[in-house]
Each structure stands twice: as C-alpha cells, then as structure tokens.
T-cell receptor
C-alpha cells in the first residue's frame, strides 16, 4: 500500500544551524506534499506545502524541495530557533482523498 | 483556532466498552478525515469521508466504524476497547480532497484512555 518514510526520527541542532528532514513516498500518483508542525500537546499545523509541478518552494526560513523521479522530498529549516523545536511530519496525498503521513521527526534546537 | 471542533477532549473508559468521538468540520468543508496518534507515534490514517460518503480507508480496525451525517459532522465509533486503543484521535477537514485544495485543518483531538 501507500507508504511515506521519514528520516531522521530525531534531530538535534544548535540554534542558528540548519535542519534537514527527508521523506520518500511510494505512490507515483501522489501530487501534493505538505509538511506539518506539531508542538507538544497541540494539533498539527501546516507550515509549507508543494505540488508535483514545482521543484522547490521557499517561505522565509523554510524551504521544501521535491524530486519526483526519485520520489523524495525534503524540508530545510535555516537559522533554527528554539521555537522551531517540535515534531515535523511530512505527508503525501495519494490521489485526492487519502493523505498519508510519515512517522515524524522530533527536532530539538539547543540554545 | 482551526474551526474544527472535536468532542470530548478527554475520555477515560474501561476495556470492552464502546465510545463515540464527534467531529464538526470547518464551515464549508466537505471532507472529514480521522487519524490515530498513539504515544510518541505518527499520524495513522483511519478513514475519510466526503459529503457523506466514505472515500478512503486506512488501517482502521473492524472494531472501529465511522460515518458522516447530512450536516457534515462525523462520528468515530470505537467498540470492544482494548488497552492498545489508548491514543489521541484527530479529526481533520478540508474543502475536498487535499490533492485539490491543500491544507488539512486539524481539531484539538480527543484523548482516549482505556484502563
């Protein structure tokens, strides 16, 4: 079935450094790839997304890249801050009505 | 506030019991999704409804069932509860499928504890 793999499961960086989270998906029909941030005890919230007709998208300190041929996409956070500490989930929409999430990456930003 | 309302926020029950979780989507959204998040785990897709009809199914147990009503609210029914069913259950909504309209809006979740 559809699957989204996410790495690493835990990531610890120093404040000001960059963080990169990588995901791969299995369903070649996937056309929408969002990233969600979940702070402790809170609901997941969308931080950035990319569609299959775009290779890269940037929003201030956050960027996402997509390689459709290799079926992988990545989240890049630059100049990390303590408030970036959270669990980040990648996801893939497998054709319009099923959004499958990766297992999540717990990011720690050390001040 | 995402506009998605879930009740109850917390629920404690015993093994073998049955519970119903309720979700009201954002105004105008036709799609409702249910996800299960166990402790320190990811978001497991359970089931999705669009305008009253089931459209996609994930790893939902046979003991679990769901429906979406004409007013578009949805209920997730969990029966013959086991300890392992303890989790945070999220409801999310979108206008149609996310492949077309993007973002999922999540509710605050219903935390189920089975003792």
């Amino acid at each position: 079935g559809e699957n989204v793999e996410q790495h690493p499961s835990t990531l610890s960086v120093q404040e000001g450094d960059s963080a990169v989270i990588k995901c791969t998906y299995s369903d070649s029909a996937s056309n929408y790839f969002p990233w969600y941030k979940q702070e402790l005890g809170k609901r997941p919230q969308l931080i950035i997304d990319i569609r299959s007709n775009v290779g890269e998208k940037k929003d201030q300190r956050i960027a996402v890249t997509l390689n459709k041929t290799a079926k992988h996409f990545s989240l890049h956070i630059t100049e990390t801050q303590p408030e970036d500490s959270a669990v980040y989930f990648c996801a893939a929409d497998t054709g319009g009505f099923k959004t499958i999430f990766g297992a999540g990456t717990r990011l720690f930003v050390k001040a | 506030d995402s506009g998605v309302t879930q009740t109850p926020k917390h629920l404690i029950t015993a093994t073998g019991q049955r519970v119903t979780l309720r979700c009201s989507p954002r105004s105008g959204d036709l799609s409702v999704y249910w996800y299960q998040q166990s402790l320190d785990q990811g978001l497991q897709f359970l089931i999705q409804y669009y305008n009253g009809e089931e459209r996609a199914k994930g790893n939902i147990l046979e003991r679990f069932s769901a429906q979406q009503f004409p007013d578009l609210h949805s209920e997730l029914n969990l029966s013959s509860l086991e300890l392992g069913d303890s989790a945070l259950y999220f409801c999310a909504s979108s206008l149609t499928g996310t492949g077309r309209t993007g973002e999922l809006f999540f509710g605050e979740g219903s935390r189920l504890t089975v003792l």
